[in-house]
């Protein structure tokens, strides 16, 4: 090596020179398509319909400031010290009743506090997923969850959705197909409420049937819900489970209904698989951070939380409404949406032909970023799709960028209409409809 000469220059074969070295399953762990926006998204010329950070604009900073300072004084020396990976006892009761408001009876020893719902995603699917383990998720579904099952080797089979969530009809055929390969299903991984990335919720008249076809199939179920208190008209819809405790692990974060930067998550499992839980989150992290978890703690014992949500669900309506009127304004013919009543997120198809992917880099010059629907697939498909958040910029600027990317759009179909799809057009994924929430 020549002294002062980067070591990229030396790697040139190879970008990574450990390439070789890295086990099967990193094989399967690639930046995802929400986080190679993120870049781009966030100049501050570019409206930003891409990501789902929370708005934390209306938290009362001054409040959780003394809250916080008031911990370290009156009780420092257990906040800054190692707990236990199970969780903080007080918070894990506090925690049962917040999922109380949804119809479910869990018990604090069956409940495992983790680093956000992500971390607990990442521990179901270490404990239950073998390499070829087939994982049945909504079609499309929440992209972490997605990495966390490639990074697991899990093979996913998504389950398509309509206006009314997951389609039994359809779960019974993925059941039966897995079946007649002679295939051992694992899981089904589902978001009931306000679907990252599809935006549509669960009938209440379809979860008692998708919870019999599960258990008929012996088929565990993963309930992801961290919007499920954000219902724009105030509606809770009854949880999973909370209609079947035997067979329902039930997620759930702090991170959209108070801060997502204490990174503070659960998991309510059935009381056998409690402890394989609390085995791998040991190993994982040995426990949750101790100081967040009272920070959380003493928000909940102290603070109107439940006010609190109040106000971001009015605060996210209101966004909702100016994504859905400047569509319904400016969208060309051919595009169609989800209308969700709670979360983030709206589901946009196009027309035959537009590639989502193909086409961001031309949203981005228009000063506007979605995510294009392929992420959002373990298999390709999603190519005519696109999420769009309004979680984070205020009203004014959405209806902005949705004027922008339908000016993108417009000029896209008339070039298609002009000349038929590019090669680029058509290289990122089928061009069948998807079976999913159009
Ligand atoms: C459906 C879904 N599950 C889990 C998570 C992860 O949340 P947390 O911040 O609790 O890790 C997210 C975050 O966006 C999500 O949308």
Redesign the pocket.
Known sequence: MTPGQPPERLGARSLDPHLQRYAARATGMTASEVRALFAVASRPEVVSLAG?MPNLAALPLDFLSEQVASIITDDGLTALQYGSAHGVPQLREQICEVMALEGVTGHPDDLVVT?????A?DLVTRIFCDPGDIVLAEGPS?V??LGTFASYQADVRHVAMDEHGLVPEALRAALGAAAQAGRRVKFLYT?PNF??PAGVTMAVSRRAEVLDICARHDVLVIE?N??GLLGFDGQIYPALRSMDADNVIY?G????TFA?GL???WALAPHAVREKLVLAAESASLCPPTLNQLIVSRYLATHDWKGQIKSFQSMYRERRDALLSGLEQHMPAGCTWTRPDGG?FVWMTVPEGVDTKAMQPRAVTARVAYVPGTGFYADGFGSRQMRLSFCYPPPERISEGVRRLAGVLTEEIELLNTFGPSTSRSLSGPQTPTPDTA
């Open positions: 789902g680093v956000g719902s992500q971390m995603l929440y972490g969850a978001i679907q990252n992801d961290p919007y997620l974060s702090f991170s959209k997502s990174r503070v998550g983030f």
